[in-house]
């Protein structure tokens, strides 16, 4: 792709020596010929890939770096002042990770105690549902308790009906 | 970055690096004059501190079915553990250092050292030593009562275990 202009520039007469010095040329319709030459194609995607990483990467990574440590420097290690309570990025050495800190992170203190309440709450939960477990067994065991294995009849009147025909039927069967 | 923290290597292990200090002073002098002169005046200096845990209760205060306590115990445990491997990596290096710099003599020099150093060690191997890499806080309880139950039946630690009588 594309390269430092002034470096193409001067490497013109260099490129037109290489494409049109060889021994080997293939005579073309009229009066154009072509130079056979080898391929060129790894070291010119070398340099194009060695351009890109370093003046795309590298060096702005490396610049702005350079620059942050000159500019703002790293912080110096000091005891906690009494009754201060330090911001979550004052924990950290580089200005450039307490910018990550400040800005994108979690608060790690927040996290901790966030995970405590969770382990809390699901332990409610847990003694709670082991409760009912017990409960429901025990109701299971006595049978003393309406709620979970109790079916209450509420078609009696249509049970008696059935009762008594079924009993005047077996009467009326002969004898088997 | 001052000048009088650098030292030159006067006697390193390769000839070729020794350099005496009438060469080295002016050539450091030269390196550190841009950092010292132009760039650490032109910033302000701004504190970091040390993270500060306060302490919580120990599993050994703790209710057994209490898992908030114990994951406070559990965090803490393992910061505590942290510090000790450090202290033991202190103290080692202390050993190893004099060692370095007495080099033959060193059995002879370094024994107060090396008697700290192993007392250090034993006393870490105690507490943490063969609890898996999965261990918590309760292994390590766990470990502290088996062995005193184990030196109330037996005596202590290193006089052998007592056949039944």
């Known amino acids: 792709m594309t390269v430092l202009s002034v470096l193409r520039t001067a490497a013109g007469p260099a490129r037109l020596a290489i494409t049109h010095n060889s021994q080997q040329v293939a005579k073309m319709s009229d009066h154009r010929a072509m130079n056979i030459i080898p391929s060129r194609f790894q070291w010119n995607k070398f340099k194009d890939m060695l351009h890109l990483y370093f003046v795309g990467a590298a060096i702005p990574l490396l610049a702005g770096i350079g620059i942050t440590n000159m500019m703002v420097g790293p912080a110096t290690l000091s005891e906690i002042p009494e009754g201060y309570v330090p911001r979550e990025d004052e924990y950290y050495k580089s200005p450039i990770t307490r910018f990550l800190v400040r800005n994108f992170t979690r608060n790690e203190q927040m996290e901790y105690e966030k995970k405590m309440q969770y382990i809390w709450e699901t332990e409610h939960k847990r003694q709670l549902r082991l409760i009912e477990k017990r409960v429901k067994k025990l109701m299971a065991e006595r049978g003393d308790y309406k709620a979970w294995y109790y079916t209450p009849h509420i078609a009696r009147k249509y049970q008696r009906i059935v009762r008594k025909e079924t009993e005047e039927l077996m009467e009326r069967r002969p004898a088997a | ?165």
């Open chain 2, 1 to 165: 970055m001052h000048l009088e923290t650098f030292s030159p290597p006067t006697d390193a292990g390769f000839p070729w690096c020794d350099c005496p200090q009438c060469l080295y002073a002016p050539l450091l002098s030269t390196v550190l004059w841009f950092p010292e002169r132009v760039v650490v005046p032109n910033r302000k200096e701004y504190p970091w501190y040390h993270r500060s845990y306060n302490r919580v209760p120990t599993i050994d205060q703790c209710y057994t079915d209490d898992p908030v306590c114990f994951f406070e115990a559990n965090e803490q445990w393992i910061r505590d553990r942290q510090v000790d491997r450090e202290i033991v990596n202190i103290l080692r290096q202390r050993w190893r250092d004099c060692a370095f710099y007495e080099g033959v003599d060193a059995p002879v020099k370094c024994v107060e050292l090396q008697k700290i150093s192993e007392d250090a060690e034993t006393n870490f191997f105690i507490k943490y030593g063969d609890l898996s890499a999965y261990a918590n806080v309760k292994d390590c309880y766990m470990k502290q009562k088996h062995r005193m139950l184990w030196e109330r039946r037996h005596g202590p630690v290193g006089t052998g275990m007592k056949t039944e009588q």
